[in-house]
């Protein structure tokens, strides 16, 4: 589990320093085709984090309640 969050922290500071702070540059300068770009690769970091996060939550609930 803390291997997953430390994955997960990595991933949100990865995606808050590269592709948000694109996306609000490509904002501010009024270029939506690079600021499109910008928010579908925040997509997909925000999208591996929520499955990471929901793995974690299986395997420590199966541990629980599995055997």
């Known amino acids: 589990m803390h291997l997953t969050a430390l994955i997960m922290a990595g991933i949100?500071?990865?995606?808050f320093t590269g592709p948000w702070k694109e996306f609000?540059?490509?904002?501010?300068?009024?270029?939506?085709a690079r600021a499109a770009q910008a928010m579908d690769r925040v997509?997909?970091?925000?999208?591996?984090?929520?499955?990471?996060g929901?793995?974690?939550?299986a395997v420590a609930a199966w541990g629980r309640f599995g055997g």
């Open 43 to 52: 997509r997909q970091l925000v999208s591996m984090n929520l499955v990471l």
């Open 12 to 15: 949100f500071v990865a995606l």
């Open 24 to 32: 609000r540059a490509a904002q501010a300068a009024g270029d939506r």
């Open 54 to 57: 929901l793995l974690t939550v």
